[in-house]
């Protein structure tokens, strides 16, 4: 394996001398191609995995509190008495204000950084689970919700964006798409849940459900604390040394350290701002203006591409159906409050199955193909699921073959999601911002996700009870299918991309040539 490393090291040096006649953009990309097979030879990266995974865990108090409030609305509802519009707010809630986690989060982890904020991220869900555990009314669990949303708006940003810093380019998908496949580990963990707890005492089971969230998010904090910071992030606080040696130990050999540590350096000391970058004193100034106020056109479709994918994430419906899915199937027809958890362990084995495919195949097929054959997937079992909600609201007798098409929609639309939009979302979102803004423009497209996540979540249920279930799953079916449109249409293929050359894929081609005949002369 030395050799083999020593070997690519003289390839890179004699294909570099070759720099006079083919120009430089060529030779860089020679020199990188090289140090790409340095590091496939050496396979994953066992540190970089096992931190990624540290990392991801932190979703995994997202997933779980939207699985288990699946079941836990059932047994709430009666508890405190509520309406539909109630439940709707108790639900939403949390969505809606991780919106304020999201939009601090940029900044917070720019100046505090990444690792530290995934550990305030845990520690504050903490606090919230803990209210909601303990509530004696429905304000006080409110009051939990929206703790523990802020506590999960901090998580959605800082987990992916560390990891796609930590990682290598030849993994990244992988790796970066863990904090969604920890989310849907979450969620089956909290239909399990549901599930053995719902034989309990309606007065303190749902208590248990929601209350033990408390150890997982201690422990994820306590054990966060190990993890080495993000190497970018110590680059643009001027931490060089401290960068190295991260890099050192994600790398495959000496050399690939070296090369990614140079290739970050050239791109942060390149900001367009010029102020701050390798500065201890820099804390992410200037980001929201050059993001929101003076944009320059690759800027500007780098945050359209990524509030716009996670805009059809959650417009999509994704967290609506699997909140309120155990309220569809009683609609349905299946009355038994444990048969409808029942159901939601089935989808929620049929999503953990299809986001491992997913993760395992996305640095080999890229971000676009399964993006482009989920959306489609969904879009399809949606329209399957309104298909067989018409048929069931409109019958005195429910036919069985309703029933199980409804089942069978709503696995395939979780699987199809868990596939494209779920992880890939992190994933995009997370590395297609230049480095300078990558936390405060991912918090931003975050924030859009949370934002269209709680008005549906708190909308849901009122919508299907004017237009009924099946109007409502036609219409996110709708919106799905525009959101595969976009896809195709906006976003381009960032498989194998180093970070810092991901942005030249949202620039005009003639400027690209440009520039690069400049750099030739």
Do not use: H
Not at 131 to 137: D, E, H, V
Not at 189 to 194: C, E, I
């Amino acid at each position: 394996m030395r050799n083999t490393k020593n070997n690519s090291v003289l390839e890179v040096e004699d294909k570099s001398t070759e720099m006079t006649e083919i120009g430089v953009e060529e030779t860089r990309e020679i020199i990188q191609s090289v140090a790409g097979s340095v590091g496939r030879r050496g396979g994953m990266n066992k540190y970089v995995l096992g931190t990624s995974l540290l990392a991801s865990t932190n979703s995994l108090l997202l997933g779980y509190d939207i699985g288990v409030m699946s079941g836990a609305v059932l047994f709430i509802k009666d508890y405190f008495k509520l309406t539909n519009v109630q439940v709707e707010i108790m639900v939403g809630s949390l969505n809606v204000c991780s919106i304020i986690g999201s939009i601090l989060s940029g900044k917070t982890s720019d100046w505090i950084g990444r690792r530290y904020t995934i550990v305030l991220a845990a520690f504050t869900f903490l606090i919230g689970a803990l209210l909601m555990g303990l509530a004696p009314s429905y304000p006080f669990l409110l009051a939990g919700r929206v703790v523990a949303g802020i506590g999960v708006g901090y998580s959605l940003m800082v987990s992916p964006v560390y990891t796609a810093e930590l990682s290598p380019a030849a993994t990244r998908g992988f790796l970066s798409s863990l904090p969604e496949v920890f989310i849907t580990v979450g969620i089956l963990v909290g239909y399990v849940s549901n599930y053995a707890l719902s034989g309990i005492q309606p007065k303190i089971n749902w208590r248990i459900m929601l209350g033990i969230a408390v150890f997982p998010a201690f422990a994820i904090g306590v054990g966060v604390l190990t993890m080495p910071e993000s190497p970018r992030w110590l680059i643009m606080k001027g931490r060089i040394d401290e960068a190295r040696q991260v890099l050192r130990r994600t790398s495959n050999g000496e050399e690939e350290a070296e090369f990614r540590l140079q290739e970050i350096s050239k791109d942060i000391s390149g900001g367009s701002d010029g102020s701050g970058s390798g500065s201890r004193n820099w804390k992410g100034q200037g980001a929201w203006r050059e993001l929101l106020c003076k944009p320059s056109r690759p800027i500007r479709r780098i945050l359209i591409a990524a509030i716009g994918i996670n805009f059809f994430m959650q417009a999509s419906g994704n967290d609506a159906v699997i909140y309120y899915t155990p309220q569809v199937f009683k609609a349905a027809g299946i009355k038994k409050k444990k048969q409808l958890v029942g159901v939601t362990v089935i989808m929620g084995i049929a999503k953990s199955s299809f986001v491992l495919i997913s993760a395992a195949f996305l640095d080999r097929f890229g971000r676009r193909p399964l993006l482009l054959l989920g959306t489609t997937g969904m879009a399809i079992s949606l329209a399957g699921l309104g298909v067989g909600s018409m048929y069931l609201a409109g019958a005195t007798t429910k036919p069985v073959w309703a029933i199980a098409l409804c089942v069978v929609a709503v696995c395939a639309d979780v699987s199809f999601f868990s596939i494209g939009l779920g992880p890939i979302t992190w994933v995009y979102s997370s590395e297609i911002f230049p480095n300078r803004l990558r936390a405060q423009g991912t918090s931003i497209a975050v924030s859009v996700n949370r934002l269209v996540s709680g008005a549906v979540s708190m909308s849901f249920l009122s919508i299907s009870d004017r237009i009924s279930f099946a109007g409502t799953f036609f219409i996110l079916s709708g919106i799905t299918a525009l959101g595969t449109l976009f896809f195709y249409l906006y976003l381009p293929e960032t498989k194998g991309k180093n970070l810092e050359d991901i942005g030249a894929l949202f620039e005009d081609k003639k400027e690209t040539t440009a520039s690069r005949d400049i750099s030739e002369t």
